[in-house]
């Protein structure tokens, strides 16, 4: 089994302040974004949590120079087996109590069990209580898959289309230390014009096209993005006329 071990992020309000300050218009730091580096400095866990957690793993067989981490190491994902889990969190299970499920095996001592989801037929390997060492309990957030029960379904999106047109009126101020103008019309339809206002970018110019700027399309739950719309939204704007391409696609997605 996989499992994702989240650690302790010590500086998370830090980063949640920062959020609120740099997303409200009345603030004097609206707008100025954090760099990459500076939010996982704000996630990453203690050096003290860092050592307790990989003395923890390497006691159980795990080479820590080899296990996969998230940039800032506040997740870390291991392979074991179910005996070494209910070993290592100290599983014990229950009866089960779930009136959408229904336990497959007897329940025993320490141990992982099978459920089924009514549902979705779905089955789940899960426990109904868990533990880590009393001096892992300041350093590690959440273990996954333990006691949660939910079963993560793909969603279909839903849209909204309106047929009016973007409304006319008076260009109101917004603001921020740079006096952006964004028009009013933006607060019922976005358009490409209105997140160059929002991102005070109306006057981007390109300026390394040459260096192999790169645009990604995220698409989520069947989405997926049409080559006609990178001209209907101007994409001109940030990469050179004739440099477009579309790169090959992964995980299934597609491309038209």
């Known amino acids: ?3 994702r071990i989240s650690l302790v992020q010590p500086k998370f309000n830090v980063l949640e302040e920062h959020l609120y300050a740099i997303s409200d218009p009345a603030s004097s730091r609206y707008g100025q974004h954090l760099s990459k580096e500076h939010v996982e400095e704000l996630t ?4 003290d949590a860092l050592t307790a957690v990989n003395d923890w793993l390497f006691s159980h067989g795990f080479d820590v120079n080899k296990l996969t981490r998230s940039v800032p190491k506040d997740w870390v994902k291991i392979k074991t087996t179910v005996q070494k889990a209910e070993q290592m969190f100290n599983t014990v299970s229950g009866q089960c109590e779930w009136m959408f499920m229904n336990i497959l095996y007897p ?4 141990t992982y069990h099978t459920w089924k989801l009514f549902k979705t037929n779905e089955s789940l390997i899960r426990t109904t209580k868990w533990s880590v060492p009393d001096f892992l309990d300041p350093h590690i957030d959440l273990v996954h898959p333990t006691t949660m029960f939910r079963s993560i379904q793909p969603q279909a999106s839903t849209f909204r289309w309106s047929t009016k047109a973007p409304g006319k ?3 109101m101020k917004i603001p921020s230390p740079v006096s952006l103008a964004v028009d009013p019309s933006c607060n019922n339809t976005i358009t490409p014009t209105c997140i160059l206002q929002l991102y005070n970018a109306t006057q981007y110019k390109v300026q390394a096209a040459d260096k192999g700027n790169k645009i990604a399309i995220a698409s989520y739950l069947g989405q997926f993005s049409l080559s006609k719309l990178f001209t209907h ?3 001109h704007l940030y990469i050179h006329q004739g440099t477009l391409r579309m790169l090959p696609t992964c995980n299934t997605s597609i491309n038209f």
């Open 169 to 171: 009126a008076v260009v």
């Open 1 to 3: 089994m996989t499992f």
């Open 233 to 235: 939204f101007d994409i």
């Open 44 to 47: 990453a866990p203690s050096p």
């Open 107 to 110: 329940p025993s001592p320490k």
